[in-house]
């Protein structure tokens, strides 16, 4: 069963901020946040590994609370490059160690 | 440059017909995977593979088959079971099972 990621699209302008949620049903080893651009492929932006740390890349940083299961990806201060969709990609042990993505986020942001 | 090369960006193909779409890394990747992607929606696995001569189906495997007779190369062929075909594809690796994906810039499958 794949994550749930919430919202399915944001809006915002630029310098605003947006948080982007992904929720699993399965405990989970570790989250991967990807972005991508249409038409192109997923670019990597972070992996959160359990243990509950934070990480970051530009502004945009990340969480993940293992007892929740599920992990947050902050997009601070947006700049017109943060468009586009984000996913987000959790692995289990109950799913084999396979990484299964959530049906992603979609962000514009406009000047 | 290290990177995943897929080839053709563009795909036409009639329907009945089998086709193969190319996925080639030189990271020295162990696993290779491949997604289907819809417009509008998320990516979903079809095959993996983590060593040379060996895969493993993935969600959507019917339809679909794939061979890694070499760690650099993982193609996929879209056989005319696949009711419908017409789709975004994108080949990743990684170092083992788990790691961080890369991904290759995709092929565009559209069925006539």
């Known amino acids: 069963q794949q994550p749930v990621q919430s919202p399915q699209a944001v809006i915002l302008r630029e310098g605003e901020d947006a948080v982007i949620n992904c929720s699993s049903s399965k405990a989970l080893y570790s989250v991967h946040w990807y972005r991508q651009k249409h038409g192109e492929a997923p670019v990597f932006l972070m992996i959160?590994?359990?243990?509950?740390e934070q990480k970051g890349h530009e502004k945009i940083s990340a969480s993940f609370n293992e007892k929740k299961q599920q992990s947050s990806l902050y997009l601070t201060a947006s700049q017109l490059s943060y468009s586009g969709t984000y996913f987000c990609?959790?692995?289990?042990?109950?799913?084999?160690?396979?990484?299964?993505f959530g049906g992603g986020t979609r962000v514009l942001v406009k000047p | 440059d290290g990177g995943i090369t897929q080839s053709p960006k563009y795909l036409f193909r009639k329907e009945g017909q089998n086709v193969t779409l190319s996925c080639e890394q030189n990271l020295n990747h162990d696993a290779m995977y491949w997604y289907r992607q819809d417009p509008g929606q998320g990516l979903r696995l079809i095959y993996y593979?983590?060593?040379?001569?060996?895969?493993q189906k993935g969600d959507i495997a019917e339809g679909y088959s794939v061979s890694r007779e070499k760690k650099e190369s993982f193609p996929l062929t879209v056989t005319s079971a696949q009711k419908n075909p017409t789709a975004f594809y994108l080949c990743a690796s990684s170092v083992d099972r788990g790691d961080t994906q890369y991904f290759g810039p995709g092929t565009r499958l559209t069925v006539l």
């Open positions: 959160l590994l359990k243990g509950g």
């Open positions: 990609g959790t692995e289990s042990i109950a799913a084999g160690n396979k990484l299964t």
């Open positions: 593979s983590q060593i040379v001569n060996d895969f």
